[in-house]
């Protein structure tokens, strides 16, 4: 069996959509028609971007005010490797910029060809897309100012409000939550993606308890100690407990409700994992049901545990489980010797 450790790009993605409020609305309402509004506080002071409460004393804040769109950067960051997703395709300055008439700053992208083109206190102008949406992207980034230092803008004449409170509102903005990383699963994880291949379960064995956990860790959960014991499962076990799903899941259109997730037990193992239970009602599954494995046809078999498509009645007698106790108690005196012993050998 190969020690080499697994790597697998993975990406984590939901969509999310919240309303915005009559503030944060407003705010994105002027970005889309080219206006920045921020929001007084009680000091007078002007908070850009805005919110609808005080972060000082948590009072209500409702009084739109336009702000400039230009403004002062007050500190910054360079981005030499763009991410995607990020504001530019190519290296540039993240900042916090104080606009013109606004006593806080407001985050974005400063397009620049090097660290040597920015610095604190410099001037730059909103640099507007084509196309707005009313969203902060409608800020395409921020450029270095074309008027001179000391020309500050007047903060607006308020005009700027006039047209946002004229305008259609933005009501709700979708956000889409996006992460892309690699996943390293570590030489116990890999050796059982390895051997899912082969339409075989592995698990590792708790050097002071004996009880067997699957997926492997590495490490028993129970005693906090390395493990080197490979145990190999039946493909069979029972339902420890279950749940019933009767409404849709975006993003599995695969699965028609009501189906049935359950914790399932393998013969051998001391804890269970997540299955879907499948060749049965789901109405009909009982916990105790005897189960066996339903794997992907041979010649789709990969290093991943969604070989194992469904778990399906066997038709045995149900398991009668008589006790729920959490598992494992380490014996304390046996924890200590056994790590006395390993501290021994190495």
Known sequence: MSDEVLEAP??????????????????????????????????????CPPLEYDPADSSALSEMV???????????????????QQPFDRPFAWALVRLDGADTTILHGVLVDDPSEIHTGMRVDI?????RVGQVSDI???APATAPAGSEQPPGSGDGVEVVSAAEPVQSVRTPIRIEYNYTPGRGLSAYLRAMKDKRILGDRCPVSGQVFVPPRGV????????????????????????????????????????????IVLDGA???FMGLV????????????????LWKPDDELEMSA????SWVPTGEPDVVIDNFELVGRVDEAAASEASTDEEAES
């Not at 960051?77 to 995607?84: F, Q, S, V």
């Open 140 to 142: 395409a980034g921020f």
């Open 220 to 263: 028993s959960p129970i005693a906090g100690m390395p493990t080197s014991e490979m145990v190999e499962l039946a493909d069979t076990g029972y339902v420890e407990s279950f749940n019933i799903t009767r409404v849709p899941i975006r993003g599995r259109d695969d699965l028609h409700p009501p189906y049935c997730s359950a914790w």
């Open 10 to 47: 993975l990406v984590l993605e939901y969509p999310f959509t919240r309303t915005t409020g009559p503030v944060v609305g407003a705010f994105l309402t002027g970005l889309r028609e080219g206006v920045v509004l921020g929001v007084k506080r009680g000091d007078g002071s002007v908070m």
């Open 278 to 293: 499948t060749g049965i009602e789901a109405e009909d599954v009982t916990i105790g049901l005897r189960v066996k494995a």
């Open 270 to 272: 001391s804890v269970g």
């Open 306 to 309: 969604t070989n194992i498509l």
């Open 127 to 131: 640099v507007w897309r084509d196309e």
């Open 66 to 84: 336009e702000v400039g769109q230009a403004g002062e950067i007050v500190t910054w960051a360079w981005n030499g490797a763009p991410r995607p």
